[in-house]
């Protein structure tokens, strides 16, 4: 087209938003979409389910290592993965984008298209409403919504001594990829691409859910930091076998050999891939694999262990480190 | 106390983000608040009323014009406002916020203490959720929940030939107080601190769904600009008489002079009061004043018109200008 080059200020605000409105199917729960002061969803059984995540540029995203389309997929990705840690199912989000008046506006299309991509991926939730403003950084700023369908949300405050611990989807493949991508590999695009998008395992929040599971969250800070959150939460202790984490290491083997590393630091301490992490009274369902064991905490109070031990290693992300 | 000043990279995201929920009461409607991956809320009716604004320093606030308790009143005020232009009760709130690491804890707090206030003023709403990351500017990202409690929601689009236009709260104040400030001036602080933090009309936003009006919006970009949104959304013509105009005149009057301007420029095209703009089939309810009517559309489509003409003055807010 031949206004593929131009920039947000030539096209205007209203006009660029016009742009990533046209043509977005909503689901049916969305009564009002985009348009107006407000939108307005349906909460079927009387309560929603809310989450928020905001991503700063060159915090949280590269422009010259992700896409406008993966930036997009990563910020829809991340927020989802929390309404699957209560258990839920993602029905709708809203997105505020910061962006500068001389961004190309085919950059914030295809920062569009991520997201609802990923919105799709997540459960066919829609984008119902959002607010676009100028800002010398790309801010994109999330928050998502879900539905119960009736249950109690699952919450880090349940866990109880004799549960097993499990989990689903990718660990350490962010960190892996984050790694690769800073000391300039191209190797092991998988990795890569997943530090740029992460997959979460959309559906087990659910499934945890209904196998009964007592406590849940994502691993977004590094597992051992969030299984720590459960642990605090719960008033228990967590024992992770690092065992049972082999695969998850031979996962990343191949990056960890390229770097010279022990893959096992980014499987513990690496978050941002929004794997869940779960407690379960029982076996986990399909889907989840065991990692440890829920017991009574000890003399000092609620932990983790690897092994027996308290992890030394990198343990998580902390902002304004 | 000994820590104030602390900066966010002394204090730590998780240190800071226990800080700012400490001791805040939520409202009953909060199933589960802040602490765990995602918030709950009810929605009696079974529907959920959303809205999100962001505020990017430097482009919506300055630091050295706002203090952080005004930036979050403001931050507040702008989302709430959205809620009551559907004819909504304002219910519950998340944040996301962006800081620089050197940024000094007590800020924040400020920050937090002004979205708290206004979230109070809004109607006794809860913050629920947020969201603490590193930005090497100010970032205050704000979803906004309602509940229309039965009703159906009033959207921009409902207007119809024969309605009275009427409006509640202040037109312009916003506009001169930013002129003033930017003119280093210290008179007229009323409409300077009505610039920082904008009162809107709360409460009447739902008086008017209950007074059967058929079109709403807040006075977000200015007046005619959304007039302009309700005129196009609803197909008509809205005529404003500038004679009605007259008190919100007055109430700028001194500002005007000091800086040598034609208030009106102010009431017609100034944004950020967060004004109530509504059309209804009869009279207005207490509180609201008449400024126009509702016509059959002009041969070149929907329209807003001053006293029978196209106004040429300034007509509202481009995010990319």
Redesign the interface.
């Known amino acids: 087209m031949t206004d593929d080059n131009q920039?947000?200020?030539e096209v205007?605000?209203?006009a660029?938003i016009d742009r990533l409105v046209a043509g977005r199917r909503q689901p049916d729960s969305v009564?009002?979409g985009p348009?107006?002061?407000?939108?307005?969803?349906?909460?079927?059984?009387?309560?929603?389910?809310?989450?928020?995540?905001?991503?700063?540029q060159d915090?949280?995203f590269r422009r010259d290592w992700s896409t406008p389309h993966e930036i997009g997929r990563k910020a829809i990705a991340q927020n989802a993965?929390?309404?699957e840690?209560?258990g839920?199912r993602t029905t709708?989000f809203?997105?505020?984008?910061?962006a500068a008046?001389d961004t190309p506006a085919r950059d914030l299309q295809q920062l569009s298209d991520g997201l609802w991509d990923e919105a799709e991926r997540a459960g066919a939730a829609g984008i119902?409403?959002?607010?676009?403003?100028?800002?010398?950084?790309w801010?994109v700023?999330v928050?998502?919504?879900?539905d119960?369908a009736g249950r109690a949300?699952v919450?880090?405050?349940g866990a109880q001594a004799g549960d097993i611990v499990a989990v689903a989807g990718h660990l350490g493949s962010s960190a892996a990829g984050f790694e690769l991508h800073r000391a300039g590999l191209i190797d092991c695009e998988d990795l890569r691409r997943r530090h740029r998008a992460p997959e979460p395992p959309y559906g087990q929040g659910k499934a945890a859910a209904l196998a009964g599971a007592t406590a849940?969250?994502?691993v977004s800070d590094g597992l051992l930091a969030d299984l720590g959150h459960i642990a605090a939460?719960s008033g228990v202790r967590i024992e992770v076998t690092s065992a049972a984490l082999g695969p998850d290491r031979e996962a990343l083997a191949g990056a960890a050999e390229r770097l010279g590393v022990d893959p096992l630091g980014w499987v513990l301490g690496g978050g941002e891939d929004h794997a869940l992490a779960a407690c379960f009274p029982g076996a986990p369902p399909a889907g989840w694999r065991v990692i440890g064991t829920v017991s009574e905490p000890g003399p000092a109070g609620p932990d983790v262990l690897v092994d027996g031990r308290r992890w030394t290693g990198s343990a998580g992300w902390?902002?304004?480190?």
């Not at 002061?37 to 909460?43: C, L, M, P, R």
């Not at 928050?143 to 879900?146: Q, Y």
Request: proline share 3%; no cysteine; net charge negative.
């Open positions: 920039t947000l200020r205007g605000e209203f660029v009564l009002i348009g107006d002061d407000a939108a307005v969803i349906t909460a079927p059984d009387g309560r929603v389910v809310i989450s928020t995540d905001m991503l700063v915090r949280h993965a929390d309404i840690a209560m839920a709708a809203v997105v505020g984008l910061g008046a119902v409403g959002g607010d676009l403003v100028s800002s010398p950084l801010v700023s928050t998502v919504f879900g119960l949300a919450t880090r405050g849940m969250t994502d939460a902390e902002s304004f480190n």
